[in-house]
C-alpha cells in the first residue's frame, strides 16, 4: 500500500487502525431511517470481456443470465422486506421521525432517491429489466429516476424501447471514445456514429450521458475535444470522463502505458476549460452537463443497498461487498442469506472520510449537510484540513460551502488514483479469486 494514502488516512481517521473488513455480515440491515438512501443493481453478464474493465463481470449467456436474475428478484425480496418488519417494531414516536425526514415513506415502503443499473452489460437483460424494476418497487418508492448502462453494441432502438417502457429515464453508453485508434488500444471495435445517433434520437430519455476514457498514451486535448463535440452534437446531454486506471490485475495481455503526472494534469485542466468555455455545467470532477436536468451519477450517494455480485452497501456505520462469484451469490440466496462476502464497521472518523471522500467527488463539500448527517460542525471536525486546502489553493469557501478549484479537482484525481490502487485494486483482485475470503486488511 502506498505510504502517502497510509499516512493520509491515519492524519484524517486520527488513528492507525487500517480498514478491516471480515467475512460476516448482519442478517438484518438497518436502513429504515437512512435518507438520501440509493440503490444499485448489478448484472455481470458481457458479449466480450474488455482486458481494461476492472469490473466484476462474466461472458454472456441468456440461461445463465435468465437464472442470474431469478436469484437477484429473491435478494431484492429479502432486503425488501426488511423495511416493513423494522418498522412494525418502532415506537409511534420513532415513526413520526422518520415520516418527517422521508416524505415519500409509507408503512410498508421506503423512500430511495434512484435506481442505477451497472455492470457488465445490464441492458443485455432488456427483455427482464421490468421484471426487476417492478420487485424494487414492491418494496421502495423512487424519487429521482432510472439510470441504466450500455455498450455500444446493445444501443438499438428496440433495447431503448424496453428500458423506455420498464420506466428507465437516464442511460449512459460506455464509448470510451469515437476514434478507431483509441478503441483498438482498448480492444475495442470502431463504432459507427451515425446508428449511435439515430438509435439515441429515436427514443427520448431524460439524461443522455456517455463516458469516455482520458490519459490514454499520447492522447491530445484536440482527441478529446472530438469526442466531447461528437458526442453533445449527436445526443447525448452528459458525457463522463474518466481518467484510465492501470488495475494491477487488468490488461496483462495488452499492457497501457500510463500517462506522467504532468501530462495528465494539463489535459484535465484543459478539459475542463474547454467544457467550461461551451457552456457545460461541471456536476463532478469528471462529468459535465449540457443542462441542469441532465445527471447521471451512481457514486454519489449519502447510503445506498446493492443487490447482486460484487454489489455494495453503505449504511450509516458498515460497508459491506457482495461476492463476486455468480455461484457463491446463487449458493447464498438459495439458502435463504444474503450474499456478503466481507464487512466492515466503520468507526465515526472513518465514515466522515468515506462521507467527504466521495462527496468531494461532486466538486463541493455543503458543510450543513455534513452537520446534518454525522450531528457534528465540519469546521470543529476537519477545521484545519479545510484551513491548509484553502492555503495551497484546492478550495475555495463561501456561505458554508467548500468548491474545488482546477488544482484542487486535479490533486483530487491525483489521490484517488492511490486510493484505488491500494485499496479497490487489492480488494477487488482478492474478491475475484475467492468467493467468500476470511478477511481483508487495507
Given amino acids: 500500500m502506498s505510504l502517502i494514502t497510509t499516512m493520509t488516512r491515519n492524519w484524517l481517521t486520527r488513528s492507525t487502525k487500517p480498514f478491516l473488513f471480515e467475512n460476516k455480515y448482519d442478517d438484518i440491515l438497518d436502513y429504515k431511517d437512512c435518507e438520501n438512501l440509493g440503490l444499485y443493481v448489478h448484472i455481470p453478464f458481457c458479449k466480450k470481456i474488455c482486458e481494461f474493465c476492472p469490473y466484476c463481470k462474466t461472458i454472456y449467456d441468456t440461461k445463465a443470465c ?145 463516458d469516455f476514457i482520458f490519459a490514454l498514451p499520447n492522447q491530445t486535448i484536440d482527441d478529446l475535444k472530438y469526442n466531447i463535440d461528437t458526442a453533445f452534437t449527436i445526443g447525448a446531454n452528459h458525457i463522463a470522463i474518466y481518467p484510465f486506471i492501470d488495475f494491477t490485475f487488468t490488461n496483462k495481455e495488452n499492457k497501457i502505458p500510463t500517462m506522467d503526472k504532468k501530462t495528465k494534469r494539463k489535459l484535465l485542466d484543459e478539459v475542463t476549460l474547454y467544457c467550461q468555455s461551451k457552456g457545460y455545467t461541471r456536476d463532478s470532477i469528471w462529468t459535465f452537463s449540457k443542462n441542469h436536468t441532465a445527471k447521471y451519477s451512481s457514486m454519489t450517494r449519502d447510503n445506498f443497498l446493492g443487490f447482486g455480485c460484487s454489489a455494495t452497501t453503505l449504511l450509516k456505520n458498515q460497508f459491506k461487498v457482495n461476492t463476486f462469484s455468480v455461484d457463491g451469490y446463487k449458493d447464498r440466496i438459495s439458502k435463504n442469506k444474503l450474499p456478503t462476502a466481507l464487512t466492515t464497521y466503520f468507526t465515526k472518523r472513518q465514515r466522515m472520510i468515506y462521507y467527504l471522500f466521495w462527496t468531494a467527488y461532486t466538486t463541493r463539500i455543503n458543510s450543513d449537510d455534513f452537520n446534518k448527517f454525522f450531528g457534528k460542525s465540519l469546521k470543529k471536525m476537519y477545521g484545519l484540513e479545510l484551513f491548509i486546502a484553502k492555503l495551497l489553493g484546492f478550495i475555495i469557501e463561501k456561505d458554508g460551502i467548500y468548491q474545488m478549484t482546477l488544482k484542487g479537482a486535479f490533486y483530487y484525481h491525483y489521490y484517488e488514483n492511490y486510493y484505488t490502487l491500494s485499496y479497490i485494486d487489492k480488494m477487488w483482485y482478492i474478491l475475484g479469486n475467492e468467493s467468500f475470503p476470511e478477511k481483508i486488511v487495507l
Avoid: W
Avoid at 442470474?68 to 429479502?78: A, F, P, T, V
Avoid at 418502532?90 to 451497472?118: A, N, R, W
Avoid at 418494496?139 to 420498464?166: C, M, Q, R
Avoid at 428507465?168 to 471514445?177: L, R
Fill in 66 to 210: 435468465d437464472e442470474y436474475i431469478d436469484y437477484l428478484l429473491k435478494e431484492i425480496e429479502m432486503v425488501g422486506q426488511m423495511y416493513d418488519n423494522q418498522r412494525q417494531s418502532l415506537s409511534t414516536e420513532s415513526l413520526l421521525k422518520i415520516s418527517q425526514s422521508c416524505e415519500y415513506d409509507t408503512p410498508h415502503k421506503k423512500t430511495v432517491t434512484s435506481l442505477y443499473f451497472g455492470g457488465g452489460s445490464p441492458a443485455l437483460a432488456a427483455n427482464r429489466i421490468d421484471e426487476i424494476i417492478s420487485k424494487i418497487q414492491e418494496y421502495f418508492i423512487i424519487t429521482e429516476g432510472i439510470g441504466v448502462e450500455l455498450h455500444p453494441e446493445d444501443l438499438t432502438i428496440s433495447t431503448l424501447s424496453k428500458l423506455k417502457n420498464a420506466g428507465v429515464d437516464k442511460i449512459s453508453i460506455g464509448i470510451q471514445s469515437f476514434q478507431s485508434h483509441s478503441l483498438s488500444m482498448l480492444g475495442r471495435s470502431s463504432l459507427d456514429i451515425n446508428k449511435i445517433k439515430e438509435a439515441i434520437n429515436s427514443v427520448e430519455f431524460e439524461t443522455v450521458s456517455m
